[in-house]
């Protein structure tokens, strides 16, 4: 009979018969199965695992934070974080194409992540761990090599010189199984209950070319957004939530001037397999709150505009 409790022990006595004495890489997102899994290895292997947190510099607004807060078990010489925020946007200026800026950021991302793992295999690490989930397996099933990170997401695989064993403790796990390890692990609740968050991350939330300016007022105030939701109440009752910051510039009013500001979207959407998805009915005077701090907090905001259109025909995302 299944517990979370035995579904731990299983996993660490597994790990620890499948890795012995050998390292394991780990790339984590800051999302709840990398997070997990960063946990899970750690507890199983200790020190032999090196985990890699990529800052692409299109994080949410304390997010590499919470990141490295919730990680601190590893220990700081477990847990690798490599600031590659200039680089990602030097390879984005100038991109307003979603499709385009997708696959800037998941080559980049590989790049970045390549010269780390290259190191590690260097230093003899010899497997590569994914919090690949049941759910991914069979979405990908059959064709998927060693070492490829998500590929049906953002970024391709390793080059196979570099040729690592493929270490993926979840794969017969659904997400929900992943939460309640996660809570036996310690993982903390903001984490574990997190929305997902894409792996391009804010670049896809800025409607056209992403720039330091624009990123700032996004990431304040997708905050503000955010916050509000768990003080309401809210955040849980939703799948996910999220800002959108348009190109457009809208006529307002200060004072007895006429001034001109962004239009910002707040999406939030209920859905069982973000595959169809129904917008979420949030409270007006929830929607009428969030506006008005938006409005007084982020200046460069003039208008806030929330999204009642489901998928389909509307995307989650607006890119
Ligand atoms: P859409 O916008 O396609 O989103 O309705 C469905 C779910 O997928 C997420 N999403 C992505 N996740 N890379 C990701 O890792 C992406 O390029 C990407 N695009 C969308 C989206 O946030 C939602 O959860």
Not at 51 to 76: K, Y
Not at 112 to 118: I, N
Not at 265 to 270: F, I, N, P
């Amino acid at each position: 009979d299944w517990t979370p409790e035995h579904t731990l022990e299983a996993l660490i006595a597994d790990i620890r018969a499948k890795v012995g004495k050998d390292r394991v890489l780990l790339a984590v997102s800051g999302g709840v199965d990398s997070s997990t899994l960063a946990l899970l290895l750690s507890r199983a292997i200790g020190s032999q695992l090196t985990a890699v947190f990529v800052d692409h510099g299109l994080l949410r607004l304390n997010e590499r934070h919470e990141v490295e807060q919730a990680l601190r078990p590893l220990g700081d010489e477990n847990l690798r974080v490599v600031d590659a925020s200039e680089q990602f946007l030097r390879a984005l200026k100038g991109v307003a194409d979603p499709e385009e800026k997708r696959k800037i950021v998941g080559r980049e991302f590989i790049r970045v992540f390549e010269a780390e793992a290259r190191k590690l295999s260097q230093e003899g690490c010899r497997w590569l761990a994914q919090g690949t989930l049941y759910p991914d397996v069979i979405e990908s099933a059959g064709g998927e090599g060693a070492a490829n990170i998500k590929s049906h997401h953002n970024v391709g695989g390793l080059p196979p010189d570099l040729n690592f064993e493929l270490l993926e403790p979840f794969r017969y796990l659904f997400k929900d199984e992943v939460r309640e390890l996660a809570l036996l692990l310690g993982l903390p609740e903001p984490i574990r209950m997190r929305h997902p968050f894409p792996g391009p991350g804010l670049s896809i939330r800025i409607l056209g070319e992403v720039t330091p300016e624009k990123l700032d007022v996004l990431r304040r105030a997708d905050d503000i957004f955010i916050s509000a939701l768990r003080d309401w109440n809210l955040y849980d009752s939703v799948s996910q939530a999220l800002a959108v910051l348009t190109p457009l510039q809208s006529v307002g009013v200060i004072g007895d001037e006429r001034s001109y500001g962004y239009v910002l979207g707040l999406r939030a959407v209920s859905t069982a397999d973000f595959m169809t998805a129904d917008w979420a009915r949030l409270p007006l005077d929830f929607l009428d709150e969030v506006a008005r701090k938006i409005t007084r907090q982020v200046p460069e905001v003039g208008r806030v505009v929330y999204d009642i259109t489901s998928k389909p025909p509307a995307t989650i995302e607006w890119e």
